[in-house]
């Protein structure tokens, strides 16, 4: 769910791999509906951030791990059984 990025376990997850030179992230997107974050979706996070743990630098590092996240997305993979 595209929602998963308003959890606390995951944006201190991604912050926390965010600054580990040697750690690589790429999205695995198994959800046909999912969404990738928007302008509304960092809107949002703002407005949230009041009761998040994050504190504003944690907040801006969040948002540039977020759209770093999904800058370059590959094409559309469907394993299929044989």
Partial sequence: SDLCF???????WL??????????????IADDNFLVPSPSFFTELV?????????QAELFAYMQVVKA???E???IFVPQNS
């Fill in 15 to 28: 912050l926390q791999a965010s600054r580990v030179p040697t750690c690589y992230m790429i999205p695995i």
């Fill in 69 to 71: 996240l999904f800058q």
């Fill in 47 to 55: 407005g949230t951030s009041s009761t998040s743990s994050l504190n």
């Fill in 73 to 75: 997305i590959a094409i």
């Fill in 6 to 12: 308003l959890s606390g376990q995951v944006q201190s």
